[in-house]
């Protein structure tokens, strides 16, 4: 068997899909390939680059051949776009958001693209570099942000009568927005984009 970066990759990828991050270990990858662990170090030299690589393949499935903002459309919203389909790339994954927020831009060439074409085009739209940095950085940290809590968060819907009563009795400003977004069915995708206009408008 001849084994690249991309067949080890997408052994851990699969890993990811079954188990989860915790379940991407080492040990396993070399069972589910039937190699020993050399084959994989030769390729990877620890597991920060398998995760980077793995992070890089995320990123591919919905942002690949990502380029510069062609100006045809407001930056703002040519960078929404991107922060939807970043969302989408992690939640398409279990821990795909945590994998992807652990990557280094080095490693990853399509999050270090991101945010250089995101910035550039802040900039080339009139903003000064320190207001396009703080735009486009806190756009990425709140994207990296909910999709970890989408993923992580067991959420209100869980809660059985009892629990929701006590919880509208502790918080009921709270319990208010989670009754609002059920009767106007806001979904996760409809709140993250709130957020994005609050950030980038």
Do not use: C
């Given at each position: 068997?001849?084994?690249?970066?991309?067949?080890?990759?997408?052994?851990a990828?699969?890993?990811?899909?079954?188990?989860?991050?915790?379940?991407?270990?080492?040990?396993?990858?070399?069972?589910?390939?039937?190699?020993?662990?050399?084959?994989?170090?030769?390729?990877?030299?620890?597991?920060q680059?398998?995760?980077?690589?793995?992070?890089?393949?995320?990123?591919?499935?919905?942002?690949?051949?990502?380029?510069?903002?062609?100006?045809?459309?407001?930056?703002?919203?040519?960078f929404?776009?991107?922060?939807?389909?970043?969302?989408?790339?992690?939640?398409?994954?279990?821990?795909?958001?945590?994998v992807?927020?652990?990557?280094?831009?080095?490693?990853?060439?399509?999050?270090?693209?991101?945010?250089?074409?995101?910035?550039?085009?802040?900039?080339?739209?009139?903003?000064?570099?320190?207001?396009?940095?703080?735009?486009?950085?806190?756009?990425?940290?709140?994207?990296?942000?909910?999709?970890?809590?989408?993923?992580?968060?067991?959420?209100?819907?869980?809660?059985?009568?009892?629990?929701?009563?006590?919880?509208?009795?502790?918080?009921?400003?709270?319990?208010?927005?989670?009754?609002?977004?059920?009767?106007?069915?806001?979904?996760?995708?409809?709140?993250?984009?709130?957020?994005?206009?609050?950030?980038?408008?």
């Open positions: 068997m001849t084994l690249d970066t991309g067949k080890i990759t997408d052994a990828l699969d890993l990811l899909r079954e188990e989860g991050l915790d379940g991407v270990t080492f040990r396993k990858l070399t069972a589910r390939l039937n190699v020993k662990a050399p084959a994989i170090y030769w390729r990877f030299a620890g597991k680059e398998l995760l980077e690589a793995m992070a890089e393949a995320i990123l591919a499935t919905h942002l690949a051949g990502l380029g510069p903002h062609d100006g045809r459309e407001p930056w703002q919203d040519w929404t776009d991107l922060l939807h389909r970043l969302r989408q790339a992690m939640l398409d994954y279990p821990d795909g958001a945590r992807v927020t652990g990557a280094r831009p080095q490693g990853t060439p399509t999050l270090g693209l991101l945010a250089e074409h995101a910035l550039s085009a802040a900039v080339t739209a009139g903003l000064d570099l320190a207001d396009a940095a703080a735009r486009v950085f806190t756009a990425l940290h709140f994207t990296f942000g909910r999709a970890i809590e989408e993923q992580d968060s067991t959420g209100a819907s869980i809660m059985d009568d009892t629990a929701r009563a006590e919880f509208a009795a502790q918080f009921p400003t709270v319990a208010r927005v989670l009754r609002h977004a059920t009767e106007k069915s806001v979904t996760p995708r409809d709140a993250f984009d709130a957020g994005l206009q609050l950030i980038l408008r």
